[in-house]
């Protein structure tokens, strides 16, 4: 090969060249050289350094011209900084690209044409010398062209390549990060192209976005070239990935989500050369995933292995954010970028800062949300680029979508939403990296909100956000976890709800002690499980039809029912582990089954009283309902053997009769949950009287009890919970039922069983906790917003006990 002055390629390239590279093809190269070796697959290309780029600004003599147009930059003036920046990129494109740089380019695409075919078709890319470092990304600031092919549309491609390091958005960001100008170059990658076009592209991280989780691989695709996922185009699909099991060997796939996917950009010939466009995506493609599950395990494998050899690098832990690409040619998967992740990966995780609500209104919009603040103002409605510079510092930026282009705007808003984009859209990254909240992804924000209504954005609900009309009251709490002491007494959480796991893990806890069901299945199943396993006893087709779409894509309907709640669990599972987590198996009352799709085909005995009807255990074995169950079961066993959470435990709810714990243990025992083995406990609510009265019996055949106080209360009481006439009348610091959960503490002492408290009275009653603690219980569980008070009242109750 011959001695190049302005060319290295990816095989010469390593992550120490970013002064002559840049950080895009210095890490380019980096797993290039290191890991393709490994299975890794990469592109081949070169990259043309940036001693070129001074090269093209000395020959062209424009250094001097470069530093006067920006010596007196007011960034805060839009106008100012489009003529200014515009002035810049001209002087670049005027000088063109010197004969003998020209001539080094050329034989080096030769040589990649040699590779892969004549008139090879390439990637043209940027790479700023103070882009993807560790603390600040510079992602998008520059410009890349896709599919570039022959000398005459690669020679246009590298001269605004080179131009683009003074775009309007590169010029506003060096400024707000303290570079200078001229102390940041540029080089461009010239890399074969990936034929995604035919087929998926999209973004990873190797952490959750929102919360800063570490332990899972976050990926987003969809259809066609990738540049729609990572500019917010397009709501993609996303998958989850848990890191420890994956790496004992299990397929850890604990989360999928189905984006809209509605567009995808292809290429498309223009008038002289070949260019990109967005496309329809057919109705029936949108209702599958981008990519199969076997390549979101790859593409998490490539990830891992990623992560792992920066963070060797670097002598400490390095999340990534990396961007994938699926040859629809070849098939295969393909690394095209990476660089580490500079929001989350930069927070305090020793502080808990906490947004909530106190008030509500109507929902105007609701979309994904972003980071987990809340912000309230002025909505100002931008439809068009050109009318940025009419945005005012603290408003609500609405748009359909953004670009780098709106990045000086962007900085001055309270809160960003747009109709389109997912959650590594261009919009989402910003407004992490801002600090604002943001929720995209809402298909028509800009018409359900006026210019200039006030409004409440909240990003503190779960990954769903919401636009409230009207300015909201809201309360923003902070906590150092530095400091904190954990007490004896274990404290655990009641979790119901996957979407908000990943950031509740971060509260001092021993576990979950309660996790149920009937939330998964009533909010994201939504369909009665028998009605998915006889189909053909469901009568009306308007049913059938909302069936078979909530199924569609799966290979049965039964597997859909199996694979999200194992999902559900599995993610909640996943952000505890290798904690316990306490999965109490459905407890609908008949009413509430009835409610569920199809329901009222397999509920058509109507109780007069629910509460103490037709639940819990009694189901489980029922020929009414044993085959619902069974997908119950399948499901967990799904989340503990193919994903490796062993750390769930299942627990029956509402027993009545030792009896009756026999044929659910050996119901369960059929499809491969067997006490005992590998691992596997199974615990029994302890909420009905007979429960404590007989727990020496009980303690034979489960491993554990955990108290339920709101059944319990109203059991010994004889008060109807839901009864709003009775409701002074129900208060678990009765001394009766006081009595009763000091005679199940002590009764699963006696019996060397574990012992647990799971419902709403330590949560409500800090007094009520103190009891347990006296009494000797093994763990409370809490709601995860009274977890820190409870817990300090628990540390001062054992501190005074001598504990």
Not at 85 to 105: F, M, V
Not at 213 to 241: C, H, K, M, S, W
Not at 259 to 269: A, D, L, Q, T
Request: proline fraction near 4%; charge should be negative.
């Amino acid at each position: 090969m011959p001695q190049t002055k302005y060319i290295r390629w990816q095989k010469e390239i390593t992550i120490e060249d970013i002064p002559l590279v840049g950080g895009k093809n210095a890490s380019i190269g980096e797993m290039y050289r290191e890991l393709t070796g490994k299975g890794i697959k990469i592109p081949n290309g070169f990259a043309v350094t940036s001693d070129a780029y001074w090269h093209v600004l000395e020959s062209g003599d424009i250094l001097d011209k470069l530093r006067e147009t920006l010596a007196d930059l007011d960034t805060s003036d839009v106008s100012d900084l489009e003529k200014k920046g515009q002035k810049a990129r001209s002087l670049i494109l005027d000088a063109g690209i010197p004969d003998d740089l020209w001539e080094e380019i050329k034989a080096a695409y030769d040589q990649l044409c040699d590779q892969y075919g004549s008139d090879t078709d390439v990637a043209v890319r940027s790479s700023a010398t103070a882009e993807d470092l560790p603390t600040a990304s510079f992602a998008g600031q520059q410009e890349s062209y896709l599919n570039i092919k022959g000398y005459h549309a690669l020679k246009e491609a590298c001269s605004k390549c080179f131009a683009s390091l003074f775009t309007d958005r590169a010029i506003s960001y060096r400024v707000n990060n303290d570079f200078d100008h001229f102390d940041v170059a540029l080089s461009i990658g010239v890399m074969k192209m990936v034929r995604s076009d035919l087929a998926s592209a999209g973004v990873i991280f190797t952490l959750d976005t929102e919360s800063g989780f570490r332990d899972v691989v976050f990926i987003t695709g969809a259809y066609g070239l990738g540049e729609n996922v990572v500019q917010g185009q397009v709501d993609p699909d996303e998958f989850y990935v848990f890191k420890p099991t994956f790496r004992d060997g299990y397929r850890p796939i604990i989360k999928k989500n189905l984006g809209k996917k509605s567009i995808k950009m292809v290429y498309g010939k223009g008038e002289s050369k070949i260019v990109t466009r967005n496309v329809e995506v057919p109705e029936t493609d949108r209702q599958v995933f981008c990519i199969n599950d076997e390549e979101i395990l790859k593409l998490a494998d490539y990830a891992i292995a990623i992560e792992d050899h920066y963070s060797n690098k670097a002598g400490k832990a390095q999340p990534m954010d990396i961007e994938w690409a699926k040859d629809g040619i070849t098939g295969d998967l393909f690394i095209v970028q990476a660089r580490p992740e500079t929001v989350q990966s930069q927070k305090d995780i020793d502080v808990l800062e906490k947004y909530s609500l106190e008030e509500k209104s109507d929902v105007l919009a609701k979309g994904r949300s972003i980071g987990e603040k809340i912000s309230s103002g002025k909505a100002h409605i931008i439809k068009d680029v050109s009318k940025l510079s009419s945005f005012k510092e603290g408003e609500i930026l609405l748009a359909d979508t953004t670009t780098p282009d709106w990045e000086p705007v962007m900085k001055t808003a309270s809160a960003i939403v747009t109709n389109k984009g997912g959650r590594t859209s261009h919009a989402a990254i910003v407004s992490r990296e801002l600090g604002i909240p943001a929720i995209v992804g809402t298909g028509n924000v800009t018409e359900k909100v006026q210019n200039g209504q006030e409004v409440t954005v909240s990003c503190a609900q779960g990954e769903t956000g919401y636009v409230y009309e009207g300015k909201l009251s809201y309360k923003v709490d902070k906590q150092s976890l530095k400091d904190i002491k954990k007490p004896k007494t274990k404290i655990m959480m009641n979790i119901a709800n996957p979407e908000t796991v990943f950031g509740n893990s971060r509260i001092p806890n021993d576990g979950v002690g309660l996790t149920r069901l009937e939330f998964m299945i009533s909010s994201t199943i939504k369909v009665h499980p028998m009605a998915l396993v006889y189909p053909e006893k469901v009568e009306d087709n308007e049913t059938l039809d909302m069936i078979e779409k909530l199924t569609y894509g799966y290979s049965s309907k039964e597997d859909f029912f199996i694979e999200k709640l194992a999902e559900g669990v599995g993610t909640i599972a996943a952000a505890f582990y290798p904690k316990p987590v306490v999965v109490r198996l459905s407890d609908f009352k008949s009413n509430e089954y009835a409610s569920l799709i199809g329901g009222e085909y397999f509920e058509d005995v109507e109780e007069s009283n629910p509460m103490l009807g037709f639940r819990g255990a009694s189901r489980y074995y029922s020929e009414r309902y044993r085959d619902g169950f069974a997908l119950e079961c399948k499901a967990m066993k799904h989340a503990r053997d193919v994903m490796g959470l062993k750390n769930i435990v299942l627990m029956i709810p509402f027993c009545r009769k030792v009896e009756e714990g026999k044929k659910v243990l050996k119901e369960m025992e059929k499809h491969g949950l067997k006490k005992g083995e590998d691992g596997l406990e199974i615990y029994v609510m302890c909420e009905i009287p007979t429960n404590v009265l007989l727990i020496d019996e009980f303690s034979k055949i489960f491993d554990g009890f955990s108290i339920g106080s709101n059944d319990l209360t109203q059991l010994t009481l004889g008060v109807d919970r839901d009864s709003e006439i009775l409701a002074p009348d129900f208060d678990e610091r009765d001394p009766g039922v006081m009595k009763m959960v000091s005679m199940a503490v002590q009764g699963a002492k006696r019996n060397d069983r574990y012992s647990g408290l799971c419902g709403e009275a330590p949560s409500n009653y800090p007094e009520f906790a103190e009891f347990l603690v006296e009494e000797g219980i093994e763990s409370i569980s809490l709601n995860p917003d009274s977890v820190l008070k409870i817990l300090l009242k628990i540390s001062e109750t054992e501190e005074r006990l001598g504990r």
